[in-house]
């Protein structure tokens, strides 16, 4: 019986050069941020760059990932910034 990949998809938060921050999900991490930086990661960022990856949470499944980053979007500055600063 072959064993099934698993899949890892991610709610992150990035830092971007004017300070603000940007949240979105993906399911490879390493490829977003570099296309962030490269100004192909969305239409925020594109002109915010460079990026830096603050915070990331692992999830099984793209709806997880997508339902976690539409509550963090949610969240005020200080929420942000604390949920941030928990994982130092």
């Known amino acids: 019986m072959e064993e099934k990949e698993q899949t890892h998809?991610?709610?992150?938060i990035l830092k971007c050069a004017d300070g603000s921050f940007y949240c979105g999900w993906t399911n490879d991490l390493e490829k977003r941020?570099?296309?962030?930086?490269s100004g192909s990661g969305s239409k925020y960022t594109r002109t915010r760059c460079p990026v830096e990856l603050l915070y990331y949470e692992?999830?099984?499944?793209?709806?997880?990932?997508?339902?976690?980053e539409f509550h963090i979007k949610r969240m005020t500055r200080?929420?942000?910034?604390?949920?941030?600063?928990r994982e130092d």
């Open 9 to 12: 998809n991610y709610t992150y």
């Open 33 to 37: 941020l570099k296309a962030h930086n």
């Open 58 to 68: 692992s999830y099984e499944t793209k709806h997880e990932a997508m339902s976690r």
């Open 78 to 85: 200080q929420e942000k910034e604390a949920l941030i600063s």
